[in-house]
């Protein structure tokens, strides 16, 4: 028979029980503080412990400093178009030049007398050919005048075939005997006074011809009437402006360029440039022999040929004279290269291996309209290098570029 248990006899089982869980629940509170030091300064046994500084939040561990998206290990994400190649290009060594485009030829038209207009040909934006009728003057007055000159010079002509005829005769008469020495050489004097008055009647004959060619407006060069400041029936002035024509075939950009450049521009190069949105080529006509000592500048003249009329006069345009072209030229995108702050030397930041590098470079021609320069030295075909501002930038540096899957994409 089972021996009666004193203390559940007499109730005070659930007295112990709770000292006893109070006593553990203390012992358990020490001892945690106690482990997690511990643990902090001792090595992890076993092989599933994670090593010393590779721990959540230690250094190189998920959220340390050594882990990517840390302090120390951060990694720059750039984009496809952050990122420009180095390859071989045919680039073109040339001059950048501004200007407007004017007509070759402006060509005021003046009244060349005074008189009434009685007809009005053209108006302005027609073209116009070389000796084309463009108005004409009441001519009844010059008319008359070349009229009447032309009767004189009848008259003057008839005189001297009198006195050439009577020359001859008082000559043989003189020759025979018959009349004297004097007569003779007044019939030879009397040629002579008609041979001038033949002269003075078809020089009249001529300038009142000029005054009726005058009453007639001709277009003195083929082009396009620009203005007519004119009507039909108006009184105008000798020397006043009636029409303006210009000469647009070829028009003629005139530009400036600096000194420094100067020797880099001779007549007969090539031109290329942009006018209204559009390409065309034209040619150096001439340079300048001196340089503007206000501008120091040298002015530089190129033809454009025009023929279908497609450029307009007074066109802004842009270009670049070419000096000559460089086949197979290794390149860089111009907004890849870099200054640095002490000296003019150029830099890049290549990527390589995932990692940013800077290198110098040296750079020969640059060709601002394809935006490449020409290097030298310092990068190899196939490099990759950091177009633009894409933040702060240092040697060492972690990089990923989208859409390649790895940091820096493939390695260099």
Not at 161 to 176: D, I, M, Y
Not at 282 to 292: E, H, L, M, Q, Y
């Amino acid at each position: 028979m089972p021996r009666p248990d004193p203390d559940r006899s007499f109730g005070r089982v659930p007295a112990r029980r709770a000292a006893l869980l109070l006593l553990l629940s203390s012992v358990a509170c020490s001892g945690d503080d106690r482990g997690t030091q511990t643990a902090a300064a001792a090595p992890a046994r076993g092989g599933n412990a994670a090593p010393p500084g590779r721990g959540p939040g230690g250094p190189g561990g998920p959220g340390g400093p050594g882990s990517p998206g840390g302090r120390g290990g951060a990694v720059t994400v750039l984009a496809a178009s952050d990122v420009g190649e180095v390859r071989k290009v045919s680039i073109e060594a040339a001059t950048p030049i501004t200007g407007d485009l004017r007509p070759v030829e402006t060509v005021e038209v003046r009244a060349r007398l005074e008189g009434d207009l009685v007809g009005i040909y053209v108006n302005e934006g027609e073209r116009v050919a070389r000796g084309q009728l463009m108005a004409r003057f009441e001519s009844s007055e010059q008319e008359s005048d070349r009229q009447s000159a032309a009767a004189e010079l009848a008259a003057a002509q008839s005189s001297l075939n009198t006195a050439e005829w009577s020359a001859e005769q008082s000559a043989e008469l003189f020759r025979a005997g018959a009349i004297a020495e004097r007569d003779h050489k007044l019939a030879q004097q009397e040629v002579t006074t008609a041979r001038a008055q033949v002269a003075a009647a078809r020089a009249r004959v001529r300038s009142t011809g000029s005054f009726v060619t005058d009453t007639r407006v001709l277009a003195p060069v083929a082009g396009i009437v620009e203005r007519r400041v004119v009507q039909s029936g108006e009184h105008v002035a000798r020397g006043a402006p009636m029409f303006t024509v210009v000469r647009n075939d070829v028009l003629e950009l005139t530009a400036s360029v600096p000194a420094r450049l100067a020797g880099d521009v001779r007549a007969g190069q090539r031109v290329r440039f942009t006018a209204d949105g559009r390409q065309f080529e034209g040619t150096v006509a001439r340079v300048s022999p001196t340089i503007d000592p206000a501008t120091r500048a040298l002015t530089v003249y190129v033809r454009i040929p025009n023929a279908n009329g497609a450029l307009r006069g007074n066109t802004f345009a842009t270009g670049r004279v070419v000096g000559r072209t460089i086949p197979d030229a290794l390149v860089v995108p111009t907004p890849a290269v870099r200054q640095a702050q002490a000296g003019d030397s150029n830099f890049v930041y290549r990527i390589a291996n995932g990692a940013v590098q800077r290198v110098p470079v040296r750079l020969g021609v640059t060709d601002e309209a394809a935006g490449v320069a020409q290097v030298l030295d310092g990068l190899a075909e196939g490099d990759r290098v950091v177009v633009g501002n894409v933040g702060t930038l240092g040697t060492g540096m972690k990089v990923q570029v989208l859409g390649t899957g790895e940091p820096g994409g493939a390695a260099r």
